[in-house]
């Protein structure tokens, strides 16, 4: 069975840092692109960063770029996403999601992701 669990949220205060986990299994994780999604209350589900199935090639949206690292530990099926320098406005609910992808780049719209994970709370206040 296919699947995909988020860990490593919390609370935490402006400037501070988190990882990020994900754990997959049930699936050939190697040919599989992952994505790291947020959604604030009331807001849309926003990509934030993807990386390739080889781990080669990584995207960031710009409101990230600088302060989170996305990375890949393909013998643990784990994909990561460090965050550093957090702002309040990074508090959401963070998903990791797969599509099959062998090659190329990846992407940062939901729509196109065909398995998500339950979600780990992120909240940054003082």
């Known amino acids: 069975q296919l699947q995909l669990v988020e860990s490593g949220g919390g609370l935490v205060q402006p400037g501070g840092s988190l990882r990020l986990s994900c754990a997959a299994s049930?699936?050939?994780?190697?040919?599989?692109?992952i994505g790291w999604f947020r959604q604030a209350p009331g807001k849309e589900r926003e990509g934030v960063s993807c990386i390739s199935a080889s781990g080669s090639t990584t995207n960031y949206a710009d409101s990230v770029k600088g302060r989170f690292t996305i990375s890949r530990d393909n013998t643990k099926n784990t994909v990561y996403l460090q965050i550093n320098s957090l702002k309040p406005e990074d508090t959401a609910v963070y998903y990791c999601?797969?599509?099959?992808?062998?090659?190329?780049?990846?992407?940062?719209?939901?729509?196109?992701?065909?398995?998500w994970g339950q979600g780990t709370q992120v909240t940054v206040s003082s």
């Open positions: 049930g699936f050939t994780f190697d040919y599989y692109a």
């Open positions: 999601a797969a599509i099959q992808k062998l090659f190329g780049l990846c992407v940062l719209k939901a729509t196109e992701y065909y398995y």
